[in-house]
Structures are given as structure tokens and as C-alpha cells.
């Protein structure tokens, strides 16, 4: 199962005269014609052809794509994600770090309301989701954040928008994490190799855990919903084999799952 589809990554973006996903797959019927046509004759063509799903194309609609060099928003962002590798259909090294990056946005991290910047406050993976990054092709920089108290911001340091709709798409919420926001993880976790879902589990652990005085258990507490916190306990002990319990308020790990996953 893959972590975005085409369709998805499409559906983030807005077109002023129709579906953003039709607009993409009359590009690509646009584009499908002798390159040496104008538009005029693509659009003709395109509305005589009965073999496709569109009618009464207009020679404006396309005008931009075939007389010049444009796109729509929608087609370069899935141009970039499949030059990328984000929407192989398989766990490559690229969809196992866009992984880990929706794991960091769970654990450390957002995406912003406006402009669909990701972005991770990161305190102990730092190193790892800067390889992410790097692995999956658009770079990273630190950000200072505003005030003293704030921990700078890892963030990517291309493809900043296309990104944060990408892990949208591949189920982190935007904006605010809320128990209204944070429904649970994403489908295609239950489905992941385990290498991929011991690592997920990590990452949540080793951000978002925090130490009990005198107990080796750690916890996991913040404004989710009952079902995020159901679903972090159930991969956890997944992984671990080991006991791990969730309530409305958290999820309490085992001092055995905390070693299990190596955080003690």
C-alpha cells in the first residue's frame, strides 16, 4: 500500500475552473498531442477523440499548457513526487524515510495551515530525520523559531509545500494536533514491514516519551484522541511483545517495551 497516491496529492490543490485532478489528467491528454499543434488544434482534437472523459474543451483551457510552458499546480507537484520516488508502490529507501517523516510530524513536528510548511521541533532524532530529509531528495535547514524557549525547527530545504501536502496526503493532520485533528495513525502502518513500523515506533517513543521519577516506564501524554492512543499502544506492543497500556489521557509503556525498543 502506498503512503500517497496521485489522486490525493492532487486533491490538496485548488483550480479555478474545475476538479484539480481532472485539470491534471486533462494536462496529460493535453500533452499527449504533436507537440507541434497549438491549442486550437489540441483542443479540437481532444473534443472529437470519443475515447476520453472530456467534452467542450476550450482552447483557453489548455492555451497555457500547450502554447507555453505551464502546468497545473497539481501535475508539477506529482511530476516532482514521482521524479522523487514518493509514489513508488513499494518500500524503497525513499518511502521508508517519508515514513519516518510522517512518524516525526506525529511525534515532533506540523504542517502548517498556511502554506503546507512541515516542520520538526526535534530534541533526540535529530540526525535521523535530517537523513530523511536528504534521502527523499529536498535537503533541510534549521530555522530559528522566534523566542529563546523555542527549539529551532528542522525543515526542508526544497519542495517545502509539496512536502507538507505529501505527509497530509500520507495521513498527519494539519495545522494544530488536537484530540480533533489526531484521529489516529495512518491506514497504511498496519501494513508496513516491521522494520518500518519498529522505527515509527521508535521515533514516537523517543520524542514524545517521558521518564516516571524512580521507574523505568515512560509515557506518552498530550491532547489526542482515545483512538490515536489506542493506536500508538497497539503498535507498540506490536513491536515490542511486551505490555504497553492506553487511556484517555495517554499511553503508559513497560518498562520491558521501553527496552524492547532500545530507549533504556
Known amino acids: 500500500m502506498p503512503l500517497l497516491s496521485p489522486q490525493g496529492l492532487a486533491q490538496t490543490y485548488n483550480h479555478p475552473s474545475k476538479d484539480p485532478w481532472d485539470a491534471v489528467l486533462l494536462f496529460r491528454e493535453a500533452m499527449r498531442r504533436n507537440p507541434d499543434w497549438g491549442a486550437s488544434r489540441v483542443a479540437s482534437d481532444i473534443n472529437a477523440d470519443g475515447r476520453n472523459d472530456f467534452e467542450g474543451i476550450s482552447r483557453d483551457e489548455i492555451r497555457a499548457w ?3 510552458d505551464g502546468m497545473p499546480d497539481a501535475a508539477r507537484a506529482i511530476t516532482v513526487a514521482e521524479d522523487l520516488g514518493w509514489l513508488a508502490n513499494e518500500w524503497t529507501p525513499t518511502t521508508r524515510a517519508l515514513a519516518q517523516l510522517v512518524a516525526g510530524v506525529f511525534a515532533c513536528g506540523s504542517v502548517t495551515e498556511v502554506g503546507w510548511v512541515p516542520g520538526w521541533a526535534v530534541t533526540s532524532v535529530r540526525s535521523e530525520l535530517e537523513t530523511a530529509l536528504e534521502q527523499i531528495g529536498v535537503g533541510h535547514q534549521w530555522v530559528a523559531r522566534d523566542t529563546s524557549s523555542q527549539a529551532d525547527e528542522l525543515r526542508p530545504a526544497n519542495h517545502v509545500s509539496i ?61 489526542r484522541s482515545r483512538q490515536y492512543f489506542n493506536d500508538v499502544r497497539d503498535l507498540i506492543e506490536d513491536v515490542t511483545g511486551k505490555s504497553v497500556t492506553a487511556s484517555d489521557s495517554g499511553v503508559t509503556i513497560s518498562a520491558a517495551a521501553v527496552r524492547a525498543l532500545g530507549l533504556a
Open 66 to 68: 500547450v502554447d507555453g
Open 163 to 223: 512536502l507538507g501536502r505529501a505527509l497530509v496526503v500520507a495521513g498527519v493532520p494539519v495545522g494544530g494536533k488536537t484530540v480533533s485533528t489526531v484521529h489516529g495513525l495512518p491506514d497504511w502502518l498496519d501494513n508496513a514491514p516491521p522494520s518500518v513500523r519498529a522505527s515509527f515506533a521508535e521515533l514516537l517513543v523517543s520524542e514524545r516519551g517521558s521518564k516516571r521519577p524512580g521507574k523505568a516506564t515512560m509515557a506518552i501524554q498530550a491532547n
